[in-house]
């Protein structure tokens, strides 16, 4: 059997290197669209101050960009060395759009980049412009790869089990492109990376506006990224995550959990902004519930009811039930018992494969699992509920906060008053850190959510490790967190220098300290 | 041709070598010169000049290994996933050494202290020499059988060890893969730069082609006197659904030798690889690193064929269960996966190419000292 330490520190790994280099991506994502748009302005206005804008904001852009691609290699060859059976069971489908993402996306954006830094001279004005916007749209493709290959794990359409090979195959290229799941998740993701290219553009203009250096760069930049924050905040919000979760049967799970809604209500549900969800007992204490709201953000309908984790809880006993029979049908086909009656039963059953699955953290011969052994596989298809239900509301939190800033910043800049609210400043300035908890959260509710599985009832989490020892994995999360913390710590102070030092980085005798020759 | 199943597993075999290939050619003088760049550049300005004969291109380069490691995922998924857990610490040491390239370029010079810049040098250099080598000894693992085997639900079990990687096949095939991507890097480095550190490029080249020659030679006399090759005795339907627990497979020394039996003319293969050597040297002496680096790019395609046209179709032979060794035939992914990706690498591979082209056209000519200068403030 599988220790579970291996498996939670493989959790772990993967955790802590997927949510470092989540910190990186979305500034990528959305920082590059400012830059394609700040050298627009410079290429339709020829306006010398655009093109310093664009080389400044993309100092920032670079020292980002490189901890992003560093932490990027780790995940792409993460699933083989902790998660092997995982990338042998579904690789035929998700190793796909991971195939893609490197041919299609990331060469694109790696070839460009260098470019983008170098390329001044040896370009024209319009071909520069082209790259920029190339490399922009390319890291956005980036995304859109490997949220469809994230959107099918969540809900994994097109594919079937073969018993021949022991592993899921593809059925249908088109339903896993196309899976709704992974649409919506696209449009959400990016356009937190846009929250977040523009909060920092935000953020730090409002520091040069404050300290009153460099205005017409600063108020140029911060006109930018309020309009393009506001309407990212935007899309965030109305096109928001949950609108997938009634696609996919451990969508529902995820969203009867991160809102703590153990029954089924006569529909619409009532939004829980506040309570003390207890799974033990599967009720939420000291609620403050607004109605209808749940109904109408998680089904977009009043009539369609959102299901209840009690029920969840119940049908999935049954769906175990039924993997129990998948598995045993499973073990004669192996065994080389292949007639037309095994098979045929089998393709009836195997769609409840993966919950049988499940039992195998409690025995090894999941037929002849014991009434107990079902009731905790049973329990165990249900997330931890309190995490959940709190790390969601941070997450909302932070978006509301963004919204409340973008909007007012967005009023500010149109009307030409942005000088007159120091508060605002301030307040952008001290809300830098919040697209990057809102994104690091977001990641928690999708994933943490999507447990006990790998794949949505398919492959269950312990099942998908690779058969390495604890002591392998103390060693290799060692090293991951010591070195991704120097470099961590590098990057801030890389970044904390050349932000508070301005566009007097780009050396060309205009600005603030190389005027009054102060330094830095 | 029709586009069968057994057709595509062939196909597979060659666009993954393709993919590795291009990795070697492209990737490998960015190795090669980050491993030379503290011995070839002496002082602080040298130093930039190399970085910056890479320094605009590498990131695109490293896509050829991202890529290659995507593919290998979607079209040998048992592949991927056993040789990636099996060789846990070897990959791990290869990514480590990699994480200190993205930084090492970017944000190296960007603080003056000599300090700071000595040890972005030396982890740059790091990031070079680790994976040129690690990747040969991974390779001369592979020819030698790795243990593992599978369990009825093809959960691969690996029971070797990092250090048993160590062997002395292993890292004479380490040292090959060395030698080869610093002459590699060195030819490029004589192309982009010159005066001085042309020069230093040269004996680089002279050297690493040297030991390269002495050690290639010695390594296929092992492998066809020395070494126990694979042999697949009985298996079924090459077009069936694949299970890699469905052969029988004997093990002989001298194995290996076997395609080149049937085909001798596939010994122009490891042949290429000496003579572009040898061109390559006498290229760079003639200063014509132009077509040196071509050479030198031959070279590298024909060590890399060489050891896959041994192993063919092994991919990943096992030595405590030779019966479990991962070959072409058992180990792809589907057919309609194999078909898919085969027509998305023939459309956008020739893309990705013509615009990493174009790029390298616009960056063309030399890096020097001067430029370096009149750009101290945006240059890596």
Redesign the interface.
């Known amino acids: 059997m599988i220790s579970e330490e291996v498996v939670d520190l493989s959790r772990l790994q993967f955790a802590i290197t997927a949510l470092y280099h989540f910190l990186f991506v979305p500034l990528t994502l959305g920082l590059s669209f400012i830059l394609a748009i700040m050298e627009s302005s410079y290429v339709m206005t020829g306006k010398q101050i655009y093109k310093d804008m664009t080389r400044f904001w993309g100092k920032l852009f670079g020292i980002n960009f490189a901890l992003g691609v560093t932490t990027g290699l780790t995940l792409e060859f993460q699933f083989g060395t902790n998660w092997a059976y995982y990338s042998h069971y579904v690789g035929d489908i998700f190793g796909v759009p991971l195939a893609l993402e490197g041919l299609v996306a990331f060469f694109l954006e790696s070839t460009l980049i260098g470019l983008f830094f170098f390329g001044w001279d040896r370009l024209t004005r319009v071909q520069h412009l082209a790259c920029t916007w190339l490399l922009a749209l390319a890291s956005n493709m980036s995304a859109l790869m490997i949220l469809i290959a994230n959107g099918w794990m969540q809900n994994p359409i097109g594919a079937e089990f073969n018993y021949e090979t022991m592993r899921m195959e593809v059925s249908s290229f088109s339903e896993v492109i196309f899976n709704p799941v992974a649409q919506v998740k696209f449009v959400h993701t990016v356009a937190a990376g846009y929250c977040t290219g523009a909060m920092f553009v935000l953020g730090i203009s409002s520091y040069y506006l404050l300290n009153r250096r460099d205005q017409a760069f600063a108020i140029r930049s911060f006109a930018i990224a309020a309009a393009f924050g506001f309407a990212g905040v935007m899309s965030v919000i109305v096109l928001g995550d949950e609108s997938g979760y009634t696609a996919g049967e451990v969508q529902k799970v995820k969203l009867a959990a991160v809102e703590a809604e153990w029954e089924t209500v006569e529909p619409p549900a009532a939004f829980t902004i506040f309570g003390l969800p207890d799974q033990e007992k599967m009720i939420t204490e000291h609620a403050i519930k607004v109605p209808w709201l749940l109904g109408l953000i998680g089904t977009r309908s009043i009539e369609h009811p959102i299901i209840g984790i009690k029920d969840i809880l119940e049908a999935n006993e049954q769906k175990i039930r039924d993997g129990m029979v998948a598995y045993g049908l499973l073990q004669q086909l192996k065994s080389g018992q292949k007639d037309d009656n095994t098979k045929a039963q089998f393709e009836r059953h195997k769609k409840d494969l993966g919950y049988g699955l499940l039992l195998k953290k409690y025995t090894d011969n999941v037929v002849d699992a014991t009434e107990e052994q079902i009731q905790l596989a049973k329990k165990d298809t249900v997330p931890k509920v309190a995490p959940l239900f709190w790390v969601f509301r941070i997450m909302v939190a932070s978006g509301f906060t963004m919204l409340l800033i973008f909007g007012i910043a967005f009023y500010a800049s149109s009307t030409q008053k942005v000088m007159q609210y120091r508060w605002l400043l301030w307040a952008a300035l001290y809300a830098i850190p919040l697209p990057w908890i809102a994104c690091e959260m977001g990641w928690i509710v999708a994933e943490y959510g999507r447990q006990p599985w790998t794949i949505s009832g398919i492959l269950p989490t312990h099942l998908s490790v690779s058969t390495r020892t604890s002591g392998d994995l103390f060693l290799s999360l060692a090293g991951f967190i010591g070195f991704y913390t120097l470099l961590f710590i590098v990057e801030m102070f890389l970044m904390f220098k050349y932000a508070r030092l301005g566009p007097s980085a780009l050396h060309t005798g205009r600005y603030y300290f190389e005027k009054i020759g102060g330094s830095a | 041709m029709t586009l069968d199943y057994e057709t595509l597993k062939v196909i597979w075999w060659l666009f993954i070598g393709i993919l590795f290939i291009g990795f070697a050619i492209m990737d490998g003088f960015d190795l090669g010169i980050g491993t030379l760049l503290p011995f070839i550049g002496k002082t602080d300005e040298e130093r930039r000049v190399l970085l910056n004969v890479v320094?605009?291109?590498w990131?695109?380069n490293?896509?050829w290994f991202?890529?290659a490691?995507?593919?290998?995922?979607?079209?040998w998924?048992?592949v991927?996933?056993?040789?990636?857990?099996g060789f846990?610490?070897a990959?791990?040491l290869i990514?480590?050494a990699?994480?200190f390239?993205?930084?090492g370029?970017?944000?190296r010079s960007?603080?003056p202290d000599p300090r700071w810049r000595n040890a972005w040098d030396w982890g740059l250099f790091i990031g070079g020499m680790v994976p040129a080598l690690v990747f040969g000894i991974a390779f001369g693992n592979l020819l030698q059988g790795v243990p593992f085997h599978f369990d009825?639900?093809?959960?691969?079990?690996?029971t070797g060890s990092f250090w048993g990687l160590l062997n002395p096949f292993g890292i004479l095939a380490g040292l090959i893969s060395l030698s080869m991507l610093i002459m590699q890097g060195a030819i490029y480095l004589q192309l982009k730069t010159e005066g001085v550190i042309a020069e230093r490029s040269k004996k680089a080249i002279f050297w690493s082609g040297i030991i390269f020659l002495i050690l290639f030679l010695l390594a296929g006399l092992w492998l066809a006197y020395g070494i126990d090759g694979y042999r697949i005795v009985s298996m079924g339907k090459l077009d069936a659904?694949?299970?890699p627990l469905g052969k029988i497979v004997q093990t002989e020394t001298g194995a290996w030798m076997d395609n080149y039996s049937y085909f001798s003319w596939l010994f122009m293969v490891p042949m290429m690889a000496i003579i572009m050597t040898i061109f390559t040297m006498l290229l760079s002496r003639l200063n014509k690193p132009g077509l040196g680096f071509i050479t030198s790019s031959l070279t590298v395609t024909g060590v890399i064929l060489t050891a896959g046209i041994s192993m063919y179709p092994f991919i990943l032979p096992s030595s405590s269960s030779p019966n479990s060794s991962l070959t072409i035939w058992d180990s792809s992914?589907?057919y309609?996966?194999l078909k898919?990706?085969f027509w998305?690498?023939v459309v956008?591979?020739p893309i990705?190419i013509m615009?990493?082209s174009w790029?390298y056209r616009?960056?063309r000519g030399k890096v020097t000292v001067k430029k370096i200068r009149e750009n101290t403030?945006?240059a890596y």
């Open positions: 320094g605009p291109t990131e695109g490293q896509v991202v890529t490691g995507g593919a290998l995922f979607a079209a998924p048992q991927y996933a056993t040789a990636f857990s846990y610490f990959l791990l990514l480590f990699l994480f390239r993205p930084v370029f970017d944000y960007k603080l009825t639900d093809l959960r691969s079990y690996y659904a694949p299970n992914s589907s309609m996966t898919a990706l998305s690498t956008f591979l990705v615009y990493t790029v616009v960056l403030h945006t």
